[in-house]
């Protein structure tokens, strides 16, 4: 998805101009498009979508997806204190985590939801939960599925969730510990293959039979998106057809009704975001060699490139009206030099780009091969991009602000900007200074 389809280039300017860059900037309507889309999500008895705020947790968005009527899930202790902060009510926060916080306690007092993710958080939670209380767990289905294999959750080399073989060992804690398995979840991965979800979806459906008193299936996320041309989005009413065919035939066969939730992250924000950044320098490596554009910003906003090898989708916007008033697409096709004409518009020349981020590493390179981190695959951009141009980032609502290498080289974190319905930009979060940076630092006494 072009990135000037969610931020157009006079408000990029404008934005630029008011709030600096490098920034974050996300579309409220397009936020509600995707968030409309998941509640269509196809279901029998009833839906639940939650919001995995660990991809975008800024407040002003919590807020937006609560009015849609959407719930969330929390990955976190933090996380869910988060949500309250933000106005969530705890009864609406789901908390499934790798890490039991100190204050499980009181999140379950105030009526926030827990999957237990491990035997032994069961455990915990079986002590500290009233007998006859509801609980919900978290299974490893036995099988996973992710963009790369950094986001695949599920089968024997994932450490997330239950072993669907001890399935007889939870039902037993869960007896000693008077709990109720009411709720059960799985979540195989990011990125996932929509036939391996669907898969394991049916999988997860037959293990509640394992489990009478369970009236909730939560599938988890992981709904791919296409960021790029050469990828492929996951349809959400296709792969949800058949499980809700899945789920009223269980229903017909033991009379079980069970609600479905969803907890998408990527599907929810990942193109409702542009990573708005300049280019700070223009500089190559002779005839044989290469051009890079440097860019005022880097794994410090944006680590996806650097931890997968994603791809991002890249347009350049001059920096002002004149000739090169335009905007020419990346797509990653490695073109060599092309076109004719001058000027950065649309039609102009273009040229092969390396772009790389500011941090003192050849790993903060943006422009990598797919799954490739450290391959350089060259990006066509207008030939007279030059220092000062805009370059805007797409793909970058999911995982950016919120999972980034921050601080690193002591830049402050980058603002996050939310435009309007009424196309008004609006600052959600201020740019980081350097006094908050060292906030927490003390020197030791002698
Ligand atoms: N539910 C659970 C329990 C999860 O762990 C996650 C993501 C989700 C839902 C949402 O998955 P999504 O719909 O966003 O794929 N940092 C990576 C993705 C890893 C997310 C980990 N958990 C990325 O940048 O793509």
């Not at 009833?46 to 975008?56: I, N």
């Not at 990346?330 to 039609?347: F, K, M, P």
Request: contains cysteine; proline residues 6%; negative net charge.
């Amino acid at each position: 998805m072009k990135p000037t389809s969610i931020l157009v280039p006079t408000l990029a300017r404008q934005i630029a101009a008011v709030f600096g860059t490098p920034a974050h900037v996300y579309s409220q309507a397009a936020l509600e498009r995707q968030a409309a889309a998941a509640l269509a999500f196809p279901n029998a008895f009833g839906l639940t979508v939650r919001f995995a705020m660990k991809a975008l947790p800024n407040a002003a968005v919590l807020q937006l997806f609560r009015r849609m009527g959407l719930h969330f899930d929390a990955s976190s202790g933090f996380e869910a204190r988060r949500a309250i902060r933000a106005g969530v009510l705890p009864c609406e926060i789901s908390l499934s985590t790798q890490e039991l916080p100190a204050d499980i306690a009181e999140l379950l007092g105030a009526g926030v939801t827990v999957n237990a993710c491990s035997l032994s958080q069961l455990e915990t939670l079986g002590g500290l939960l009233p007998a006859g209380a509801e609980i919900g767990v978290r299974v490893n289905p036995g099988r996973g599925s992710g963009g790369t294999g950094k986001t695949n959750v599920g089968g024997p080399d994932a450490s997330f969730g239950i072993w669907h073989e001890r399935i007889p060992e939870i039902l037993a804690v869960a007896t000693r510990c008077g709990l109720r398995v009411t709720r059960l979840h799985t979540h195989i991965g990011s990125g996932s293959d929509p036939q391996v979800w669907q898969q394991v979806s049916a999988l997860s459906l037959g293990l509640t039979r394992h489990f009478p008193e369970v009236v909730t299936l939560n599938l988890g996320g992981g709904y791919k998106v296409a960021r790029v041309e050469s990828e492929k989005g996951t349809d959400l009413q296709a792969v949800g057809a058949p499980v809700k065919e899945a789920f009223e035939r269980l229903a017909g066969e033991t009379g079980r009704q069970l609600r479905l939730e969803i907890e998408p992250g990527t599907f929810l924000t990942a193109n409702c975001g542009v990573l708005l950044a300049r280019v700070q320098d223009v500089c190559d490596t002779g005839e044989n060699g290469r051009r890079f554009l440097k860019l005022d910003t880097g794994m410090t906003e944006l680590l996806r490139p650097s931890l997968y090898g994603a791809q991002h989708p890249m347009e350049i916007v001059a920096a002002d009206d004149g000739v090169a008033n335009g905007v020419v697409s990346d797509v990653a096709n490695g073109g060599v030099v092309s076109g004719v004409g001058g000027g950065a518009g649309e039609g102009g020349a273009t040229a092969d780009f390396v772009l790389v981020g500011h941090c003192c590493e050849s790993g903060d390179l943006f422009s990598c091969a797919p799954g490739e981190p450290e391959t350089l695959a060259p990006r066509a951009l207008p030939a007279a991009t030059r220092r000062g141009d805009l370059c805007l980032i797409g793909g970058a609502g999911a995982y950016c602000a919120s999972m980034s290498a921050k601080n690193y080289n002591s830049f402050p974190e980058a603002p996050e900007i939310l435009v309007g319905v009424d196309g008004c930009p609006r600052l959600v979060r201020r740019r980081q200074t350097l006094e908050q940076i060292l906030q927490n630092e003390v020197l030791p006494e002698d």
